[in-house]
């Protein structure tokens, strides 16, 4: 068992924490509001600490899960920050959706203080997190994966180093791209058997036992049908992923017409008022428009 610290208790961080501490680790959160960090502290044991640095203070890892690249710098780097208050040879990982620019800088800004930096963005959502079992994908070195596999296994249900620092993220850019197309495809698939009259029910039941089966067909369809979007990763959130996977696609070459178009999209549902909706939301856009 280690002792360990996490930083940001949102709807993913929460839940995540708790598995740690379920497993038997010894564990210190942070959270910008302190009321939360009470209240993980009141469900699941452990501590709280009023800043980064003090909760990582003695710590062997460090994790954290925050918002955006700013976030996560603020939680790092200064007097108040985690590396801060990391001995050297500790470990940290950071499961906050970031860019790979960011993760580098950072990453590097470890190796001076001698603390291991592993990357290690999550995909499952919400559900995920809550049921333990996220898809994590890591960046890093061996020795440092190496280590933190182990913690992880608490809430994840698959766990691999995909590379080098940044490699995670680059990973995890791609699991946002696939999700875009997805959900814009299922939800057009939806918004086309309203209009012909079709049994939503019974067309998923159909069309997801075969090829067009998905994820987000067996998860997402109900509540997409039911205009209920309330569960799940936020529109405001997704669009924040998609600009940096297109940052990066600029910085590579690569090509992405359908993520450029369905961020736009997403676009449209923050201006119906949806940015807090979860990103089956798109569906809503293709009935505002008639």
Excluded at 152 to 165: F, H, I, P, Q, T
């Amino acid at each position: 068992m280690a002792k360990l610290a996490f930083l940001g208790l949102g709807v993913m961080g929460y839940p995540m924490a708790g598995h740690l501490a379920a497993k038997g680790h010894t564990v210190t959160v942070y959270n910008r509001s302190p009321a939360k960090a009470a209240a993980w502290v009141a469900a699941h044991g452990g501590a709280s600490a009023p800043s980064p640095a003090a909760a990582a203070q003695g710590a062997d890892l460090v994790l954290a899960c925050v918002g955006n690249d700013d976030d996560l710098r603020a939680v790092c780097l200064g007097p108040e920050g985690a590396f801060a208050g990391l001995a050297r040879g500790a470990l940290f990982v950071d499961h906050t959706t970031v860019s790979a620019r960011v993760t580098r800088e950072l990453a590097a800004a470890a190796a001076v203080a001698g603390i291991g930096f592993v990357d290690a963005p999550v995909s499952g959502g919400q559900a995920g997190a809550e049921n333990g079992a996220l898809s994590i994908m890591c960046g890093g070195s061996q020795a440092d994966f190496a280590r933190a596999e182990p913690v992880l296994a608490a809430y994840a249900k698959v766990c691999r180093r995909m590379g080098e620092s940044g490699a995670g993220q680059l990973a995890k850019m791609c699991n946002q791209i696939a999700i875009a197309g997805v959900v814009q495809g299922l939800a057009e698939a939806l918004h086309f058997a309203e209009k012909a009259g079709l049994s939503i029910p019974e067309l998923v039941e159909v069309i997801g036992a075969g090829a067009a089966g998905s994820w987000q067909m067996a998860n997402r369809h109900r509540a997409m049908a039911e205009n209920r979007f309330d569960f799940g990763f936020a529109v405001n959130w997704m669009r924040k992923d998609l600009g940096i996977c297109l940052e990066t696609a600029n910085e590579t070459g690569a090509s992405l017409p359908l993520t450029a178009l369905v961020d736009q999209f997403y676009k449209d549902v923050q201006k119906l008022g949806g940015g807090r909706w979860d990103t089956s939301s798109l569906i809503a856009r293709l009935r505002a428009a008639g």
